[in-house]
């Protein structure tokens, strides 16, 4: 698998209020140096003395958007992963405050694949949403139900446009 090349040996902060969640990521993302918390404090903790490539953080129990306001100050790619809080005003809440994804939690399987599309578009100067939102789509569409853009769909239409063009520029190397 191609994607995998780039998280080997990535320093990664995974911060969920689930131990089996915790463990999970740890498992499938063993290619990277995994740190992980618990709570808002321990990570903010990591993230004062420790420098990481990404960050995966749960929204809910750990103060996930908080901790994205520090991330995106740092400069830090953030996938926002919940179960909770599977909402389209969370999903939009999410991009607005800067995150780079934002992943269900029964979408855990494929995280390798949202991580690396996070870190490809990085390494290019890009701030993409090209494979994650692409694949993640569908899952959305059957959850929220048919027409869940409609209430922002100016916001939607310039996220749509901006697909397009990264998915342009990608498509060029």
């Not at 969640?21 to 290619?31: A, C, P, R, V, W």
């Not at 004062?48 to 129990?61: Q, R, S, V």
């Not at 994205?68 to 996938?79: A, E, F, G, V």
């Not at 939607?156 to 901006?162: A, H, K, T, V, Y």
């Amino acid at each position: 698998m191609d994607h995998l090349k780039i998280l080997q040996d990535k320093r990664l902060l995974v911060v969920d209020d689930e131990p089996d969640i915790l463990e999970t990521l740890e498992e499938l993302l063993d290619m990277c140096e995994v740190e992980t918390a618990s709570t808002f404090a321990d990570a903010v903790h990591c993230l004062k003395n420790k420098t990481y490539d990404a960050a995966i953080l749960d929204i809910m129990g750990v103060k996930g958007y908080s901790l994205l306001k520090i991330t995106h100050k740092l400069d830090i790619p953030s996938i926002m992963l919940t179960a909770h809080a599977l909402t389209p005003g969370n999903l939009k809440a999410s991009i607005e405050q800067g995150a780079d994804a934002y992943v269900p939690k029964d979408k855990l399987v494929d995280i390798t694949l949202f991580v690396s599309d996070v870190l490809t578009a990085r390494q290019q100067g890009k701030k993409a949403h090209v494979t994650w939102f692409s694949l993640l789509k569908p899952v959305f569409d059957k959850l929220f139900g048919e027409g869940w853009r409609k209430d922002d769909q100016a916001f939607w239409d310039e996220f749509d446009e901006r697909q397009i063009e990264n998915r342009d520029d990608i498509q060029k190397y």
